[in-house]
């Protein structure tokens, strides 16, 4: 099956430093790439979608300067947390879909950020 | 303003038994709905899907039912495992820009007791 990894799984940083998250499609080309994110008992927030080669769609209420994302290429896209603030601390996951009309979304493990 | 909820935020059931787990929504638009099984501090995985012109997905021990007049779906597993016990999210997907958009549940924690 299709996997997709996330790097790193758990990371902690200082506040006002910004941080990498790198989302990977290992045996697939990933056309189009979703950030979430997901707070305690809470649901899958989706706060941008990315197709390779544009600039990203965020959802409504997601700083797009706070929250950069790059969807380099086929296989690669990251999400920057800039200026990282302690409300910023949360589980980050990333799916990425093959086809632009392939319903099957295939999400990465997670990264765990915690800004202290 | 929630458009996929699951209203019941745990199940515990009896190994072998079936569980149910309910799923309503709001928007029409939705097309596409999808169900994934989730562990702790990992991603999603994929579980079934269904289209909204069928009312009925079966796959091995799950099977999803869609009524869409009642803008309700369920996904039954039976007969339930332990290694079910997981929280399950219930999607919905909505065209946008030649793209799917989900939404997702809360997720419905599901244990299953030997």
């Known amino acids: 099956g299709a996997v997709v990894s996330q790097h790193p799984s758990w990371v902690i940083c200082k506040s006002g430093t910004s941080v990498k998250i790198e989302c990977r499609s290992l045996?697939?080309?990933?056309?189009?790439m979703f950030w979430y994110r997901q707070f305690p008992k809470q649901s899958l927030m989706l706060m941008a979608t990315?197709?390779?080669?544009?600039?990203?769609?965020?959802e409504q209420g997601v700083e797009k300067d706070k929250f950069l994302i790059n969807h380099a290429s086929l296989t690669l896209s990251t999400l920057t947390v800039t200026s990282a603030h302690p409300e910023d601390s949360s589980f980050y996951i990333c799916?990425?879909?093959?086809?632009?009309?392939?319903?099957?979304?295939?999400f990465g493990p997670g990264t765990r950020l915690t800004v202290t | 303003d929630q458009q996929v909820k699951q209203n019941s935020p745990s199940l515990s059931v009896q190994e072998g038994r079936i569980s149910i787990l309910n799923c309503d929504y709001t928007?029409?638009?939705?097309?596409?709905f999808l169900w994934y099984k989730k562990y702790p501090a990992e991603g999603p995985t994929f579980l079934i899907s269904?289209?909204?012109?069928?009312d009925k997905n079966e796959d091995g021990r799950f099977t999803v039912f869609l009524n869409k007049s009642a803008k309700h779906l369920s996904l039954h597993i039976v007969p339930s495992q332990p290694g079910d016990s997981a929280v399950y999210f219930c999607?919905?997907?909505?065209?946008?820009?030649?793209?799917?958009?989900?939404?997702f549940g809360r997720g419905t924690s599901l244990i299953v007791h030997p």
């Open positions: 799916s990425a879909r093959g086809r632009k009309l392939t319903y099957e979304q295939y």
């Open positions: 045996d697939f080309q990933a056309t189009t």
């Open positions: 990315s197709n390779e080669g544009s600039k990203a769609t965020y």
């Open positions: 928007n029409s638009m939705f097309d596409y």
């Open positions: 269904i289209s909204s012109i069928k």
């Open positions: 999607a919905a997907l909505r065209a946008s820009g030649g793209s799917y958009i989900p939404t």
